[in-house]
């Protein structure tokens, strides 16, 4: 499996998990946004499904140099 740049990673896990509390609070349903970080997630980690996608992705960031997880 190609591993994605921590960086790119890092921003994507960030921005799908804050648009997806703040869409929680109004029970709406996922945006176009939320729906392309997903769909980018799973490709980037290799995976069908974003839940597994964000395991995913937690697993490989875990694994980085810490520098590498931060987007330094």
């Avoid at 499996?1 to 799908?16: G, H, K, N, Q, S």
């Avoid at 349903?29 to 937690?58: F, I, K, M, N, W």
Wanted: charged share 30%; net charge negative; glycine share 2%.
């Amino acid at each position: 499996m190609l591993i994605p740049d921590p960086t790119f990673l890092r921003r994507l896990v960030d921005e799908y998990e804050e648009l997806r509390a703040e869409q929680a609070t109004t029970a709406a349903d996922p945006s176009q946004r939320a729906r392309d970080l997903a769909y980018t997630l799973c490709v980037s980690t290799g995976t069908r499904d974003v839940r597994v996608a964000l395991e995913t992705a937690h697993r490989l960031l875990a694994a980085m140099p810490e520098r590498a997880r931060l987007g330094d």
